[in-house]
């Protein structure tokens, strides 16, 4: 049996989007990995839906079932997910004085970051057993050389360590025919969402509405059973300053406690004031309080679950049933 591993990446180092770039890694054993696709692929014919799942596409919470039951679904196997963040700023600094191009400078990046991402996972490996890396396939990482770099890093780590295990290949692969990519994909979206505190952008920008479906995605995911401490446990976050010489572990835990409390906060004001317009309109419709809220049709799911929240059944009832 062998052990699978799946690459992505956010916020690229020469992307002007953001102040860190990351880098995830979703691992675990080819049994385990096939028996997840398999669950998800049952949870999207159930809900009748073939589209992917992307966390920057979630903007309206009409696949919120996908969503919620797939990552229920994941967080509940023995996976890892490690993710490696960068400071852009940092390492664009330092690589302007050691005479570096952007380009130049991401090849090097692809040489040291699979240690950090990979090896956590694969270090208790067995010997003779083989790794298989399955990486976004597209032109830009076959200019950087990214799949041969990423095959020789880690069988030279596990020469070195003399582990024995050896990565056989690296597979390009599409999004869209993998479920496990797609699976790195939410939840490195989620994990950037926390740590850039993208939720306290809620009333101030024009995408309102997005961050209120994605926070509440991710809120009414963490309260689910044990999940706040499942994400902890196998979810590693590392990051990289370019004024130490180390790579520090980072607590994602802060980041969970300060998102949960302001969630909180926001959602007892809004339960509130539907409250205030059942009491006033009792037994009327879910769109009349949809519109009483200024809700768009896009928060449709959030408002059911606030009623049922109001109503005693749990705010996740409906989709647990």
């Not at 570096?100 to 699979?114: A, D, G, Q």
């Not at 991402?117 to 399955?134: A, P, Q, S």
């Not at 797609?182 to 989620?190: A, E, L, P, R």
């Not at 009792?282 to 309080?289: D, S, V």
């Amino acid at each position: 049996m062998g052990y699978y591993i799946f690459f992505d990446e956010s916020n690229k180092l020469d992307q002007p989007n953001g102040a860190y770039s990351y880098y995830g890694a979703f691992g675990t054993n080819e049994a385990t990995m096939n028996e997840v696709v398999e669950q998800i692929e049952r949870i999207k014919t159930q809900l009748g839906t073939t589209r992917e799942m992307h966390f920057a596409e979630y903007t309206n919470d009409k696949d919120f079932g996908k969503y919620f039951k797939s990552m229920n679904c994941v967080i509940n196997y023995d996976i890892h997910i490690n993710i490696f963040i960068v400071n852009n700023e940092d390492a664009k600094r330092i690589g302007s004085q050691m005479a570096l191009t952007i380009t130049e400078l991401r090849k090097l990046f692809y040489v040291k970051i699979p240690e950090r991402l990979f090896y956590g996972m694969t270090r208790y490996l067995n010997n003779g057993e083989t790794v298989k890396i399955f990486v976004d396939n597209n032109q830009e990482y076959s200019d950087l050389e990214v799949y041969n770099r990423l095959e020789e890093q880690m069988n030279a780590h596990s020469a070195y360590r003399n582990k024995g295990y050896r990565v056989d290949t690296v597979i390009p692969q599409t999004s869209d025919d993998s479920i496990p990519l797609q699976i790195i994909d939410v939840f490195m979206g989620i994990i950037v969402f926390l740590m850039e505190k993208r939720y306290k952008n809620v009333n101030e920008k024009e995408d309102d509405v997005t961050l209120k479906v994605k926070s509440d995605l991710i809120y009414r995911f963490l309260i689910q059973d044990d999940n706040i401490n499942k994400i902890q446990r196998k979810v590693n976050l590392y990051k990289w300053e370019g004024n130490e010489e180390h790579v520090s572990e980072v607590n994602l835990g802060d980041y969970i406690s300060e998102f949960m409390a302001y969630k909180t906060q926001f959602d007892i004001k809004e339960m509130i004031r539907l409250e205030k317009f059942r009491n006033e309109y009792p037994r009327q419709t879910t769109k009349l309080y949809r519109e009483a809220m200024g809700y768009k049709n896009s928060q449709l799911k959030m408002i059911q679950g606030y009623i049922d929240e109001l109503d005693g059944k749990g705010r996740n009832s409906y989709f647990l049933s």
